[in-house]
């Protein structure tokens, strides 16, 4: 037995058999007849010194040796082919991945993406709406645009506008209830998708920082943001509105904010991508236009007065 490496062909044999447990299936899947594969296996085998495989009738079933060796086998290809994926990326300046969670895609992405577009034509840009976390490299994502308190620090982290909640409903219904006292009977709409905040981003902390009672009784609950917004939209009732999924709609007077106080998160979104890739061209130029999008409505964003909570 030897320290040296066996060939990267006979591993790659082997990873694709001991993954499918079948010497025909892993031939078929790197497109190599089953006697070309049982050679690569035999040649490991005698280069390791002992089998890797049973072979049974009709089907193969691992050694103590091969389980020991096809979970690192397996990783180092995958780890292989991302490395691969990443270096392939470094030559492509015409094409952009993003994922971005569901109700910014909706609420912030989707409705300003066509500027985008006229701006940079010679981009290719697609997008996975997904709260998923993801691996940059191995997921093929080249930007990840995410909401937190913080990231991860082997990142590129660009820290996008900060981000309040504060009461937003029609005009209609804001003149039903033109005073924060008043929205205690007002039908209130919750958005369970900030409730890992901590502390809490709820209506009973709003109207303790107001120095009210917490209502009485909550309205209809959504799991998205975009959902309770579009909700507050339809003129259902009020919800606490995050600057981001809410800004568009104030600015064009869809929705209104009333009251003039909101509550700091504590969070925000995430300008998320390698640090390697922070200054390939499509990249450089998405965040900028995100910079000067966010600029565009900085001002009814930034009107909008911070208030301090009440301690508990």
């Not at 924060?180 to 919750?190: C, D, E, F, K, T």
Request: proline share 8%; aromatic share 8%.
């Amino acid at each position: 037995m030897t320290d040296r490496l066996p060939p990267l062909t006979a591993l790659r044999a082997f990873e694709a058999a001991a993954r499918n447990l079948s010497f025909a299936a892993a031939a078929a899947e790197l497109n190599v007849t089953p006697a070309a594969l049982s050679f690569q296996i035999k040649s490991l085998e005698a280069h390791f010194g002992a089998p890797l495989f049973r072979r049974l009738n009709r089907a193969v079933e691992l050694t103590e040796a091969g389980l020991a060796l096809a979970p690192g086998a397996t990783d180092g290809f995958q780890t292989l082919a991302a490395a691969w994926r990443a270096a392939q990326r470094t030559q492509d300046h015409q094409s952009l991945t993003v994922t971005a969670g569901p109700a910014f895609t909706a609420k912030w992405l989707a409705p300003r993406l066509f500027d985008f577009a006229q701006a940079h034509p010679e981009i290719e840009l697609r997008f996975s709406a997904s709260l998923r976390k993801v691996d940059l490299a191995r997921d093929n994502i080249d930007v990840a645009l995410r909401f937190g308190a913080s990231v991860d620090p082997d990142l590129y982290a660009l820290p996008l506008a900060d981000e309040w909640v504060t009461p937003v409903m029609t005009p209609e219904m804001a003149a039903r209830y033109p005073t924060p006292s008043s929205l205690r009977n007002a039908p209130l709409i919750v958005d369970d998708s900030i409730a890992f905040l901590d502390p809490p981003m709820d209506w009973n902390s709003w109207f303790a920082a107001m120095g009210l009672a917490p209502p009485a009784a909550l309205g209809p609950r959504f799991s998205q943001a975009d959902h309770a917004t579009d909700a507050a939209l339809a003129g259902v009732g009020v919800v606490l509105g995050r600057r981001a999924l809410v800004i568009k709609d104030l600015v064009e007077g869809r929705l209104v904010a009333p009251y003039n106080a909101a509550l700091d998160t504590g969070a925000r979104f995430w300008f998320l991508c390698p640090k390697s890739a922070q200054d390939r061209p499509q990249i450089a130029a998405f965040r900028q236009w995100i910079i000067d999008e966010i600029s565009k409505t900085s001002e009814v964003a930034d009107s909008v007065p911070i208030i301090a909570r009440q301690p508990a």
